[in-house]
């Protein structure tokens, strides 16, 4: 079998169950900072799930440890990245270290998407997609999306190759709704 080899930076918190479930049939090089997090997943697919226990906010040590997960298993097919805003260049050099991959990008509620996606240098061969998460209004309440939800989203924005997808629904959008009300 010809497995992808996809990337999953973030991939031992709350995506821990999408890194897990892609391990199953795929190649997977997980970064996180948590040894005993990346001690769990890595168990469950311990031939196909590849730990890099680095800090993706340290350039240097991440530019290290993308180019020996590539030149160990050829480069990446699918990266998909939760990089917080305000990580310096890591999301850059994730692009960087995956020249022809497509690429999930995980942005939080508050981000704009535009202006996310303008900061970085993309080159022609790379697909470039985003998943912001979002929130879940339930009758008058607000909470957090669960990971399970996070997962699910994901994985659906992968298989219908969505360029965006919200998961939950915005602040912004809510108060906009309500107004019209």
């Known amino acids: 079998m010809n497995r992808k080899h996809i990337l999953v930076v973030g991939g031992t918190g709350m995506l821990a169950e999408l890194t897990s479930y892609l391990a199953i049939e795929q190649d997977v090089t997980v970064i996180g900072r948590d040894k005993v997090k990346m001690a769990s997943i890595v168990q469950r697919n311990p031939d196909t799930c590849h730990p890099l226990i680095v800090d ?44 022809t991959a497509e690429v999930i990008h995980i942005l939080g509620g ?34 957090w999306l669960t990971h399970d939800e996070i997962v699910k989203g994901v994985l659906d924005a992968i298989q219908n190759q969505d360029d965006y997808r919200l998961i939950g629904t915005r602040k912004d959008d809510v108060d906009v709704h309500s107004r019209n009300d």
Request: hydrophobic content about 35%; charged content about 25%.
């Open 110 to 143: 508050r981000a704009n998407p535009e202006n996310e996606k303008k900061c970085l240098c993309l080159n022609e061969q790379q697909t470039y997609r985003q998943v912001q998460l979002g929130e879940m209004h339930e009758l008058a309440s607000v909470r």
């Open 56 to 99: 993706y906010r340290e350039e240097e040590a991440l530019s290290n440890a993308l180019q020996y997960a590539v030149k160990q298993r050829g480069p990446f097919d699918r990266v998909i990245a939760w990089v917080h805003r305000g990580s310096g260049s890591a999301m850059q050099l994730i692009l960087d270290h995956s020249e």
